[in-house]
T-cell receptor
């Protein structure tokens, strides 16, 4: 059983296009996240949603718009794609609370290449 | 912002050797997590630490939450080929902050 799933796994597109990445978790978590991993493998949080509400937005360009239709889904829409958007994007989820409840579990990643 | 310094950045070892890596923080964390990332996959949680001084094992892996709450280490004993990958420390008082990763390569 897949815990955190993302689609698509690979995404190759032209500069200027708009694209979406989908994430779903079946862990019963109420918080979901998007991370970006650059070519040097550095992982940085972009957004966090709790119960469909945005709680973290880390100075990400307005071209990136997360959308959470329900607690189990957090999608990422990117407008006017730029070359620098090429990276691996990871979705993650956790419970809220403290300690072990907040441990985050990651999806397999979406490899975005902008040409 | 908060930063984590993870070292070493890379390790080249022989199969069977023990491995040690650590992370230090400029601020106090409530949680330390260690993840492993295989090529083409997402980070997978190895060990989670929630109390200062806590020492936790998971098979051949052992990790400790430093007493100062500003550091953590991960040890791997008797390394095997499937241990190859990138190991990340991560800590959180609020949002999760990641170290730069330790890339482990094993020569058979």
């Amino acid at each position: 059983d897949t815990a955190v799933s993302q689609t698509p796994k690979y995404l190759v597109t032209q500069m200027g296009n708009d694209k979406s990445i989908k994430c779903e978790q079946n862990l019963g978590h109420d918080t979901m996240y998007w991370y970006k991993q650059d070519s040097k493998k550095f992982l940085k949080i972009m957004f966090s949603y709790n119960n469909k509400e945005l709680i973290i937005n880390e100075t990400v360009p307005n071209r990136f718009s997360p959308k959470s239709p329900d607690k189990a889904h957090l999608n990422l829409h990117i407008n006017s794609l730029e070359l620098g958007d090429s990276a691996v994007y990871f979705c993650a989820s956790s419970h809220t609370g403290t300690g072990s409840f907040r441990t985050q579990y990651f999806g397999p990643g979406t490899r975005l290449l902008v040409l | 912002g908060q930063q984590l310094n993870q070292s070493p950045q890379s390790m080249f070892i022989q199969e069977g050797e023990d491995v040690s890596m650590n992370c230090t923080s400029s601020s106090i964390f409530n949680t330390w997590l260690w993840y492993k990332q295989d090529p083409g996959e997402g980070p997978v949680l190895l060990i989670a630490l929630y109390k200062a001084g806590e020492l936790t094992s998971n098979g051949r892996l052992t990790a400790q939450f430093g007493i100062t709450r500003k550091d953590s280490f991960l040890n791997i004993s008797a390394s095997i080929p499937s241990d190859v990958g990138i190991y990340f420390c991560a800590g959180q008082p609020q949002k999760l902050v990641f170290g730069q990763g330790t890339r482990l390569t094993i020569n058979p």
